[in-house]
């Protein structure tokens, strides 16, 4: 619209002064060399026009020779450039395929036609990888690494293969150069964050953790239970040197953070009771016995009551148990006291009560103990233990990743290295509880558990 206007106004312009100079005729008379030229101003005119378009037009033309060469060469360029993405996109299309042979010659044909490293190396990287040349992945990668545009993605191959080799520790160096490039990426967090904590590094999990939680790349719940079973981890780890006024501040804390997490409790209440606050340690183990009762906790509580009396300990289960007698694991707690403390009505009382709520062969085990205890009757007894046989296991820890069954409450999985993978549960089915002893944090030689990564 502006350029129609221009000449628009340039045509009006043109007209106006035809018109001023017919109203105004004249001569024009011109000596040059011996002769004389006379003509009319609007010849004149008309002739200086004529003069002044050739001179634009030679000269537009004679810029258009000088730059041709350079447009050519341009539309050349870009025809290659075209050609290397088309190639480049179809190598990328074959790599996902399977396509090996077609990923390596499009991947050697974007070489030759794109002057653009960073995806050339991506493309070489991944047919390397492809063919089961690691050696080959691994220096593309390097490359990468070595470009400021492209290290942040030769960082996450060379994890990759560090993770696929087993090499921890150069898995860790990776990991927390590229957190350091790029902290938001959720993939980078969550992998150090993996790392830290099989390394058993939880001061330095803690605070990637606590990165993750400011930048919201965690749901609420998640977070969590993270950060419980980080403060966890190094409150037994304290407490395994001896630190316990720093163990119980963890431990507590952790209970805070998740109430229902049998682990934490228990370790804050057999603290408290170490540090000289039995009452603490009473209503603490007594509060998460009504959250969630569980067998460590009455392990603790008895360990703060520490008896030979059966009758005793039938009373502390009883205090333990208050107020919360018809859960199942305090009918459990409660019949096993009662067995131990020969009162075997009591025991018999709840174990029917059991048989009825929660079938379970530790149930049933405890039923041929009773029989046996109390009668004498061994058919009977061994009547209860067929039938333990094909009653539902006993509740323990088992990994939700790979159903690993575990006698304690571990970190990590020691099979598939899962972080925070336990639950404490019925497996699928009966098979003997593997005990598994994790080393714990800052101990030299620990063992450095596989962490799961996020990474494929």
Not at 127 to 133: P, R, S, T, V
Not at 136 to 165: D, I, N, S
Request: hydrophobic share 50%; charged share 25%; with cysteine.
């Amino acid at each position: 619209m502006p350029r129609a206007l221009l000449i628009f106004f340039a045509l009006a312009a043109l007209s106006v002064g035809g018109a001023w100079l017919a109203d105004r005729p004249g001569l024009i008379a011109l000596q040059w060399g011996g002769r004389q030229i006379e003509t009319s101003i609007a010849v004149a005119a008309t002739a200086l026009l004529a003069l002044l378009i050739v001179v634009a037009a030679s000269y537009r033309f004679w810029r258009w020779l000088l730059s041709s060469p350079m447009a050519l060469s341009s539309l050349r360029a870009e025809g290659r450039r075209r050609k290397g993405y088309q190639s480049l996109s179809s190598g990328l299309v074959a790599v996902a395929a399977g396509d090996l042979a077609e990923a390596k010659k499009l991947a050697r044909r974007t070489a030759q036609l794109l002057d653009e490293p960073s995806l050339t190396l991506l493309l070489s990287a991944q047919a390397a990888q492809l063919d089961g040349d690691e050696s080959a992945a691994r220096g593309y990668f390097q490359a990468m690494r070595e470009r400021p545009e492209t290290e942040f993605l030769g960082l996450r191959g060379l994890l990759v293969q560090a993770r696929r080799a087993g090499d921890w520790a150069e898995a860790l160096t990776l990991a927390r150069r590229a957190f350091a490039l790029r902290p938001d990426a959720p993939w980078v967090g969550q992998e150090l964050f993996s790392l830290e904590t099989a390394a058993g590094d939880w001061t330095a999990a803690e605070k990637t953790l606590a990165h993750t939680v400011r930048r919201e790349l965690l749901g609420a719940a998640e977070a969590a239970r993270r950060q419980a079973v980080v403060l966890f981890a190094q409150a037994r780890a304290a407490d395994d040197h001896g630190e316990d006024k720093r163990a119980l501040d963890l431990a507590r804390k952790a209970h805070a953070q998740l109430p229902d997490f049998a682990p934490a409790t228990a370790l804050a209440g057999r603290l408290h009771a170490v540090a000289g606050d039995p009452r603490k340690a009473r209503k603490l183990l007594r509060e998460g016995w009504q959250t969630a009762a569980h067998p460590d906790l009455l392990a603790a509580w008895l360990d703060i009551h520490p008896t030979d009396d059966a009758k005793a300990r039938l009373d502390a289960v009883q205090k333990l148990t208050t107020d919360h007698e018809s859960d199942p694991e305090s009918r459990m707690a409660l019949a096993q006291a009662a067995l131990d403390a020969e009162d075997y009505d009591l025991a018999r009382e709840h174990l029917q009560a059991l048989d009825a709520q929660a079938p379970a062969a530790r149930v049933a085990r405890l039923f041929a103990d009773l029989e046996e205890a109390e009668l004498g009757d061994g058919a009977a007894a061994r009547q209860w233990l067929r039938q333990a046989a094909a009653l539902p296991a006993d509740a323990t820890w088992v990994c939700q990743s790979c159903a690993q069954q575990n006698a304690q409450w571990a970190p990590h999985c020691p099979d598939c290295g899962s972080f925070d993978a336990f639950a404490w549960r019925q497996p699928p089915s009966a098979g003997a509880v593997l005990p598994y002893l994790p080393n714990e944090a800052g101990t030299e030689g620990a063992e450095v558990a596989r962490p799961k990564s996020v990474l494929k």
